[in-house]
């Protein structure tokens, strides 16, 4: 019952955070308080989950009766092609014409799309103002309800509608995050006595309704009075196009709260602190060396990855929330993520869960994650910025289960701070800040692997529990879920935990896993159900997988008879030269020396891998077991990269990565046993041994 009382402790410490949870340090708090529900082990007793769950409904309380500013606020992209749209028909006459004086001047009418971004081909906003994943969990009387307002870019500013597929243009001279977009806020009581401070243009209600154009050319302020209360004020922002996303230095915009309101906030943050650590302490004993060396490699990977972040000037993953790439996977998973979460938050539940596709044509899994995130963390990136440095962690126990600590340090330091080539934090980085599903698909596969390995007797495990079993096995499918190319690997995996554990005679543990891997169904089930065909995955294998074994043996024939110069041989060719002949990611143009250098070592892990696969074959299948599992889940996450569409080095990132951690353990357990035989070999150990 420990994964029970765990389950519910995390929905405890949610609930006692308070969703949507917008700040980095709440974000952070929770990870750490999952790494100490992960790394402990539960208190005995049901009551002290009463306890937490009391506990967690005084911090609910208290923090209902806080003052809070609770302006509302309406938002949307300021885009405007013709006459009589939704921004002019509901925009105060007066704003509308100065706004759209001054978007005419950036984007003339007259230019072609060509000459200034595809913004025209996407079309205008739909409504007056657009919905936010903020206003999930808190009715909203516009777009969401704000108690801080501070900005200096679109992404600090987090406005979701950058993200919807209607924006999703990638060519001409407009960058995304140029995007000009407008804000209303219309003050409330809670906000008198506290100052608004901004640069540029703003609209401020009057007594008799109509509006007063401030103009600050420098950031100034100005209070809000008893007055105000009730009144709006409108500000939108135009930056110059091409900017990046660095901070415009002509955008300002920040509410700074009354006393009344800042001892609020400090308050609510100490009952928010409070109340997970109480959940924490009456839920479970932390296993102190585990949850420490854990913390360690996390706040460790999360420093790393937002000093990499930083230094390249991307903020896709953390509290900002700026423009996908346009034209780019992350845009299509973020953009169908919030339609999603949205549905969700309305109670269509059904509809939310169709994903947007009737039958997945894309990748389908990252969506789900992303509507999760939004459902929990608004309209961030935070998930994937917590998630991100567990990575570290996972590879850190895989190499741990086979060599012990030392070299786990060794290779997870060398993980972490590998610049270029494969087994790289900062290549899952990079993916990642691009929106990509990979560095979360292979986490999930790291970790089933991890726990069937800590779970099978066969393979070196000593701790058999059923329900980590199955959590194992529903792990390894949801990386195949985000990652459908993990599909041989997850499968092989799944089949060979079935066997041994089938060979100990442990009919349990083959249930426990088929339970886990059972949640693969959901994919054909979903295409029946929403669509009426049945598909195992998605209905876009024409497309994803061009090349068939055919292909290869119509190659090898012609090969055979001397034909170097057919079609066969051409496309195979290509295909496995873009395979084996890539050097895989880089930060710099400067270090590809380093990373062909570092391919050449990936190749010889290959061919290390297909060797302990070979072995442990010809010893009939009794010797090596553990790592030929490893091996063999390595050499099957390549197989699709025979056939994929694109060779491109992210569809082979586990692949190779999984192959440099058989060479790593191949080579400790090589010298250990070297070591070993040179200290036997020393005459005094001879005599001491009986040798």
Known sequence: MSVVKKTVAGALLILATGVPVLETWEALLLAMSALALVFSTCKPGWRRIG??????????????VLPRADIAEAHNAFLVINDGEPLERGLPPEIFRSWKAQFDALYPPAAQPSDVGHWRHAGVPPALFTQSADAIWRTPKYTRQVDAIDFQTLGEFRGGFANEAQYNWWTGALRRESMPFYVMYELSPASVGSTLEWKGQLFWQRPDGRFDEVVHPTVAS???????????????????????????????????????????????????????????????TPRWPSFVRALAIFVGGYTYMMAFIWISLGKYIGKTYPPQGGGDDGLVHDGYGRV????????????????VEPVYWFTPGTRYVRMVEKLVFG??????AIALPCLPIAVFYLVRH????????????????????????????????????????????????????RTQPAWGGTERNLPVVALAGASLVASMFIRPNFAFAVVWVGAAYAWASWRRHDAAAVFAVALGLATALWLPFHNWFYAGELYLMSGSRAIAVPLGPSDYLVAVRDLSQGRLDTAAVAVTSRQLHGWLLNPGFVIRETLLPLAWALHVVALAAFAIACWVVLRWVTDGFERGTDLAIV??????????????FSTHFRYAMLAWDLNLI???VWTARAWRARAERRWVSIPGVQAATGS
């Open 51 to 64: 306890a937490a769950t009391g506990v967690v409904i005084a911090v609910i309380a208290l923090k209902a």
């Open 222 to 284: 100005r209070e809000i009075a008893a007055q105000d209360a009730g009144r709006r004020v409108y500000a939108a922002f135009f930056s110059t196009p091409g900017s990046v996303l660095t901070r415009d230095e002509d955008l300002y915009f920040r509410l700074r709260p009354s006393l009344r309101l800042r001892l609020s906030a400090w308050t609510e943050n100490m009952l928010t602190l409070a109340g997970i650590v109480s959940i924490v302490w009456l839920v479970v």
């Open 340 to 355: 999603m979460a949205v549905l969700a938050s309305r109670g269509h539940l059904v509809d939310a869960l169709k994903g």
């Open 379 to 384: 309209d961030t990136n935070l998930l994937f």
């Open 402 to 453: 086979f060599v012990g600590n030392r070299w786990a340090w060794v290779v997870t330091a060398a993980c972490c701070l590998a610049p270029a080539g494969n087994l790289s934090f900062l290549n899952y980085i990079s993916n990642a800040k691009l929106g990509y599903g990979e560095a979360l698909g292979a986490e999930f596969f790291l970790v089933g692997l991890v726990l069937l390995l």
């Open 631 to 644: 091996a063999m889940a390595s050499i099957c996450a390549h197989v699709p990269m025979l056939f994929l």
């Open 662 to 664: 058989v060479l790593a």
